[in-house]
């Protein structure tokens, strides 16, 4: 048990990590000021951890308990501000980033629900809080569309791998040859969603005039 608590804090670290960096990285392409870059990379590095901590009642939430994971995102965010011109550009490196890192919180959020004791479906919601939790916060905060409702197979990438974990639940393979094999393929998932621009269907159909008046 102790092994295992320990695989999920690593991992839980790295998420936090990844996601980090693109919440920072929101924070530069929005000219927020070093303390709006700061609070970014901490809405999002944290922001989906605290949300599945607090749902599942595992209070206080790590990143109160553990003060590990606000040092990581505040350094990453300081580092993101000041070498912002050498990568921010570089979209493509982010992308990866940010889908790696969806892979990780979906696998760290079911294991989690899983050693709390939660049914299949909790744990499964679980994984989505993690993945998806602090960059509903960010962009909440910028005033857009959050990514999880627009953006090709992001949400949809983290359900497929929360269903796979649960799936490798009842094989006898490990927490740590689980965790990999879920990660990578909401990784491969979401990859391969933007290099082909997959997308769930779209509503398009404009409402009248006057109906779109009486929804107010």
Same mark, same amino acid.
């Given at each position: 048990?102790?092994?295992?608590?320990?695989?999920?804090?690593?991992?839980?670290?790295?998420?936090?990590?990844?996601?980090?960096?693109?919440?920072?990285?929101?924070?530069?392409?929005?000219?927020?000021?070093?303390?709006?870059?700061?609070?970014? *990379?901490?809405?999002?590095?944290?922001?989906?951890?605290?949300?599945?901590?607090?749902?599942?009642?595992?209070?206080?939430?790590?990143?109160?308990?553990?003060?590990?994971?606000?040092?990581?995102?505040?350094? =990453? %965010?300081?580092?993101?501000?000041?070498?912002?011109?050498?990568?921010?550009?570089?979209?493509?490196?982010?992308?990866?980033?940010?889908?790696?890192?969806?892979?990780?919180? =979906?696998?760290?959020?079911? *294991?989690? %629900?899983?050693?709390?004791?939660? &049914?299949?479906?909790?744990?499964?919601?679980?994984?989505?809080?993690?993945?998806?939790? &602090? %960059?509903?916060?960010?962009?909440?905060?910028?005033?857009?569309?959050?990514?999880?409702?627009?953006?090709?197979?992001?949400?949809?990438?983290?359900?497929?791998?929360?269903?796979?974990?649960?799936?490798?639940?009842? =094989?006898?393979?490990?927490?740590?040859?689980?965790?990999?094999?879920?990660?990578?393929?909401?990784?491969?998932?979401?990859?391969?969603?933007?290099?082909?621009?997959?997308?769930?269907?779209?509503?398009? =159909?404009?409402?009248?005039?006057?109906?779109?008046?009486?929804?107010?």
């Amino acid at each position: 048990m102790e092994l295992e608590q320990n695989i999920i804090y690593i991992f839980d670290l790295l998420g936090t990590f990844i996601f980090a960096i693109t919440g920072a990285v929101k924070g530069v392409r929005l000219k927020l000021d070093i303390l709006g870059v700061v609070v970014f *990379a901490c809405t999002v590095g944290c922001g989906g951890g605290m949300l599945r901590d607090a749902a599942i009642g595992a209070t206080p939430v790590a990143a109160f308990s553990n003060s590990a994971y606000i040092l990581i995102c505040v350094g =990453t %965010g300081l580092a993101v501000f000041f070498l912002a011109p050498k990568f921010v550009g570089r979209w493509r490196v982010i992308l990866f980033a940010d889908s790696l890192g969806l892979g990780v919180f =979906t696998a760290l959020g079911v *294991a989690k %629900g899983a050693m709390f004791g939660i &049914g299949p479906v909790g744990q499964l919601l679980c994984g989505v809080f993690s993945a998806v939790g &602090g %960059g509903v916060v960010r962009d909440v905060m910028s005033r857009s569309i959050p990514t999880v409702l627009t953006s090709d197979f992001y949400a949809t990438a983290s359900l497929l791998g929360g269903i796979l974990y649960l799936a490798l639940e009842m =094989t006898g393979l490990g927490l740590l040859s689980k965790f990999i094999i879920a990660s990578s393929v909401v990784f491969l998932i979401r990859i391969v969603a933007i290099k082909y621009n997959f997308h769930l269907p779209v509503a398009n =159909t404009a409402l009248p005039v006057d109906d779109e008046q009486t929804l107010h």
